[in-house]
Antibody
Framework: EVQLVESGGDLVQPGGSLRLSCAAS????????MAWVRQGPGKGPEWVAK????????YYADSVKGRFTVSRDNAQNSLYLQVDSLRVEDTAVYYC??????????WGQGTLVTVSS | QSALTQPPSASGSPGQSVTISCTGT?????????VSWYQQHPGKAPKLMIC???KRPSGVPDRFSGSKSGNTASLTVSGLQAEDEADYYC??????????FGGGTKVTVL
């Protein structure tokens, strides 16, 4: 069974940084593209970033380009999202998701990032 | 990229059908057969219900079906059951390795 467990969310001031982590199990992590998707309070999900299986290609939503960095460690079955220069509008639950066939097949339970002064 | 347009709410009695629309543009819904639908219960993560316009992942009841015409995709839930009450979101690939979601539709089982 696919299991994705996020961690690292916190309350942070505008301009601050966090590193979100996602521990994966139940599938061959190194064979799959992975993604981060966030969901602001009362809003629909928003795709944030994607990383290919070997980690060499990364893609970002325009809203986070230059501020967020996605990475992975296939030896540790882990996905990461470094979030810098945080803004109030980045407040959301951040989910890691298994990206396959142009859809998000499995999701973690999410980790909450709150940006507020 | 603007969000896809969904009606904010839909409802039906147990056993009835409900259909949710998802309208985009030729740059997303109309341009690719990569439309997905997700179900989300309160406080839970989204769950994939339909991918590639009309394909059901393993374990999803066949009461759920998807279709697309032009720039509008649709999700139909037939034989409504109490556990189908949830928020539903559509999503489309946009090319350039990006995705866009809809604003969500709250389905109420009367």
């Amino acid at each position: 069974e696919v299991q994705l467990v996020e961690s690292g969310g916190d309350l942070v001031q505008p301009g601050g940084s966090l590193r979100l982590s996602c521990a994966a199990s139940g599938f061959t992590f190194s064979s799959y593209m992975m993604a981060w998707v966030r969901q602001g309070p009362g809003k629909g999900p928003e795709w944030v970033a994607k990383i290919k299986a070997d980690g060499r290609e990364k893609y970002y939503a325009d809203s986070v380009k230059g501020r967020f960095t996605v990475s992975r460690d296939n030896a540790q079955n882990s996905l990461y999202l470094q979030v810098d220069s945080l803004r109030v509008e980045d407040t959301a639950v951040y989910y890691c998701a298994l990206d396959a066939d142009y859809s998000f097949k499995s999701w973690g339970q999410g980790t909450l990032v709150t940006v507020s002064s | 990229q603007s969000a896809l347009t969904q009606p904010p709410s839909a409802s039906g009695s147990p056993g009835q059908s409900v259909t949710i629309s998802c309208t985009g543009t030729s740059s997303d819904v109309g341009g690719y057969n990569h439309v997905s639908w997700y179900q989300q219960h309160p406080g839970k993560a989204p769950k994939l219900m339909i991918c590639e316009v009309n394909k059901r992942p393993s374990g999803v009841p066949d009461r759920f079906s998807g279709s697309k015409s032009g720039n509008t995709a649709s999700l139909t839930v037939s034989g409504l059951q109490a556990e189908d009450e949830a928020d539903y979101y559509c999503s489309s690939y946009t090319g350039g390795n990006g995705w866009v979601f809809g604003g969500g539709t709250k389905v109420t089982v009367l």
